[in-house]
């Protein structure tokens, strides 16, 4: 029999006040362990064991993309981290979305009109789930609670997501993991770092000349504030009103550069080529494209770069050449240590070392984005582990190293892989050993068909069977039929 909705919220209010642990998995395959001491102790580790983010009553330190900690003094009314955005808080403090104590204004009940609780499974664990509405966004919001511990298990909201592996309560962790005695840096100079850069960057954009438009669309918008009906004497009350847009602008031999925000995710209203120059209007209002191209050609246009245009779009392209080189070297897993990523989701070990050009092509194939008609993209978060202390290993080799789920599947990238022009990609089943799916079952997969099947077995929306019954004749999954 299902608990009510009030017994599985009790059961969490039994998490407050206590220590817990686990590992926290988000939609993209990345992993982090955290630990939560209450009321603002925190500790999130990366993937190699290493602090991303530390805090402690009084202090707290956070990993910059340099790899520097920034370190902030905390004042007495500084609050612990907060709940939604995707914080693990999400999880390991669920309850302050539902708090027991009433007076604390709108927010005492940010979760609302819960479902009835119904059983699901976690990462290997049951749980409640409960759907609810989130009264800050007035959006869905979905919680899965562990049936034996109390914490959340899941928390989805939108596209975000949260998973918590092996939770742990109650655990006792010393003092000094809450704290950093490395190199920092205080977020006062991080804080003065990047006023500097952006004072940089709009010096650099006010030597830019602009071009603007002599014309705009006004709607006239008059209020009568005064006036007499018996002689028609009236006094209005006037002020025109255009629309606000963005107008951006290249010169068309170099090429439009990637969206930054807000041009990402303003709607694109009109573009058109005049001269050397193509400009385009972005608006979150309606603009007709009689008035979008008034406006553009009623602009003043100004001289381009002095640089030849073919010579600028040459280092553009170099430039992008090379950062695309780096996300895949990074990508590649060169190095990596599988001991070291055990707990990783979404293993792609390298057991063959023969063609390094066949087992990049190979990666990047099966990683690579894959549309689906809808001007969505499915694409597979691997963990790519590329080190020749894997080379051979079999696949009762990986269920040695892995030892005791998690991980529940991995991918192995072998000699088959690498001389076969399909380059399937063997998936194994590493979880327990079950009737319907033995411990080291396989089957392989096409790199052009992993999206599906690493997307589906990482939330566990399907199970590995329904992809091992589905594979052809020889033992090759290549989408359903």
């Keep these: 029999m299902a608990p009510t909705w009030e017994q599985i ?85 669920a309850y302050d979305a539902f708090p027991p104590r009433p007076g604390r204004g709108f927010d005492e009940q940010r979760f609302v009109e819960p479902s009835e609780p119904r059983p699901v499974s ?44 092996k939770p742990v309560l109650d655990g006792e962790f010393e003092s ?5 005695d490395g190199p920092a840096r205080s977020i006062e100079d991080e804080i003065a ?26 709607t006239i918008n008059a209020r009568s504030t005064s006036g007499n009906p018996r002689t028609g004497e009236l006094t209005l009350s006037i002020h025109g009103q255009s629309p606000q847009f963005n107008l951006r602008r290249w010169v068309t031999a170099i090429g439009e550069t990637s969206l930054e925000w807000p041009n990402d ?49 040459a280092e553009l392209a170099a430039e992008e050449s090379d950062r695309q080189e780096a996300e895949v070297l990074a990508t590649l897993g060169t190095g990596r240590s599988l001991r070291d990523h055990l707990m990783s989701e979404s293993l792609s070990i390298r057991t063959d070392f023969s063609d390094d050009v066949a087992w990049r092509d190979t990666a990047v194939a099966a990683m690579a984005p894959v549309p689906q008609g809808d001007d969505t993209e499915f694409a597979a978060y691997l963990t790519c582990i590329d080190n020749r202390e894997n080379d051979g290993m079999t696949v009762d080799g990986l269920l040695d190293a892995i030892g005791e789920p998690p991980p529940y599947y991995a ?31 396989t089957f392989r997969v096409v ?21 091992a019954n589905s594979a052809d004749d020889d033992g090759v999954f290549r989408g359903f039929r």
């Design 265 to 313: 995710s303003t709607p694109e209203r009109f573009r058109r080529s005049i001269g050397v120059w193509t400009y385009e209007i972005r608006s979150y209002q309606e603009m007709g494209p009689d008035d979008c191209a008034r406006i553009v050609e009623s602009i003043v246009a100004v001289d381009p770069p002095a640089r030849d245009a073919e010579e600028i779009a």
């Design 411 to 441: 991918f192995l990238v072998d000699a088959e892989t690498m001389s076969n022009p399909e380059k399937p990609i063997i998936c194994v089943h590493t979880g327990p050993d079950e009737p319907e799916r033995p411990r080291g079952r």
């Design 9 to 93: 919220r009790g059961s969490n209010y039994g998490t407050m006040g206590r220590s817990v642990s686990g590992i926290v998995h988000r939609p993209e395959g990345t992993w982090q362990r955290v630990i939560h001491l209450p009321e603002a102790t925190w500790r999130y580790e990366d993937e190699s064991g290493q602090p991303t983010f530390l805090e402690n009553p009084s202090a707290s330190w956070s990993r910059d993309s340099d790899g520097t900690m920034i370190h902030t003094d905390k004042s007495d009314g500084t609050m612990f981290v907060a709940v939604g955005g995707g914080s693990p808080a999400a999880l390991l403090r």
């Design 176 to 180: 000094a993991l809450f704290e950093w």
């Design 193 to 218: 770092r990047m006023q500097r850069e952006e004072k940089e960057k709009e010096r650099a954009i006010a030597d830019i000349p602009q071009a603007v438009p002599t014309w705009l669309p006004t």
């Design 447 to 467: 790199p052009s068909e992993m999206s599906s099947v690493e997307n589906n077995l990482s939330i566990a929306n399907m199970d590995f069977e329904d992809f």
């Design 122 to 165: 976690v990462r290997g664990r049951d749980g409640w789930e409960v759907t609810g509405t989130d009264q800050f966004s007035n959006e869905p919001v979905t919680y899965v609670f562990d049936a034996e511990l109390g914490v959340a298990l899941r928390w989805q909201q939108g596209q975000e997501s949260l998973e918590l592996e």
